[in-house]
C-alpha cells in the first residue's frame, strides 16, 4: 500500500507487534521508525510524554500548541489514561505499556505501538505500527497522512532524546 513503510527494515516489519493483539485483519497496517543515537532509557520518556502533546506539526494537530521541548518528569504511563493530547483535549485510550519497551495505544479507530529496541553503539531504534481496520480507499488515504505526521513525529523526538541525552552526558 501507498505510504504503508517508512525507516524500517523489511525485519522490522515481520516483528510482532502489541496492536497486533487488538485487530484481526486490519486492512491498514502501516511501519515507521528511526534509529535514535540515544539509549532506550533516554529515548522511552519523550515516547510517554506524547500522552501530553502530538509532537508532530504542531500547527496541524496542536492547534498552534508548541510541544513541549523540555521533559515533564510524568508518571508512567498506565492502561486506560488518555493516550495523547492534542488542541488541548486528551484523545484515546492507553491499551497496553511495558515501560521502555513499548506503548501502544487506541485512538480514531485504530491502534499504534510504539516499540523501543535496544541498537549497538548505546542506540535505540524506535519503531511504531499502525492497525486499522477501515476500507481500503480510505486506508490508502490514511496512510498516506499518517506518513507525514508520524515521520515527523518520531523525527522531533529522536532530535529531542539525542540532544537531551547529549546534555545530561556531557554536563
Not at 515507521?32 to 543515537?37: C, N, Y
Amino acid at each position: 500500500m501507498i505510504g504503508d513503510r517508512w525507516g524500517v527494515t523489511n525485519g522490522e516489519m515481520s516483528l510482532s507487534y502489541p496492536c497486533d493483539d487488538f485487530v484481526v485483519s486490519p486492512v491498514l497496517r502501516a511501519w515507521r521508525g528511526v534509529r535514535v543515537e540515544a539509549p532506550v532509557a533516554a529515548v522511552w520518556p519523550w515516547v510517554a510524554q506524547v500522552r501530553i502533546a502530538p509532537y508532530a506539526y504542531d500547527w496541524i494537530d496542536n492547534l498552534g500548541r508548541r510541544s513541549p521541548r523540555q521533559l515533564l518528569h510524568l508518571p508512567q504511563p498506565e492502561v486506560g489514561e488518555a493516550f495523547t493530547t492534542a488542541g488541548g483535549r486528551k484523545l484515546g485510550r492507553i491499551v497496553s505499556v511495558e515501560l521502555e519497551r513499548q506503548l501502544t495505544g487506541h485512538i480514531m479507530g485504530g491502534f499504534m505501538s510504539y516499540v523501543l529496541v535496544p541498537h549497538e553503539h548505546n542506540a535505540t531504534r524506535l519503531l511504531l505500527k499502525v492497525v486499522m481496520q477501515t476500507s481500503r480507499w480510505a486506508a490508502v488515504g490514511l496512510s498516506i497522512g499518517d506518513l507525514i505526521m508520524a515521520r515527523r513525529q518520531l523525527l522531533n523526538l529522536k532530535e529531542l532524546a539525542e540532544r537531551h541525552h547529549h546534555c545530561t552526558t556531557t554536563g
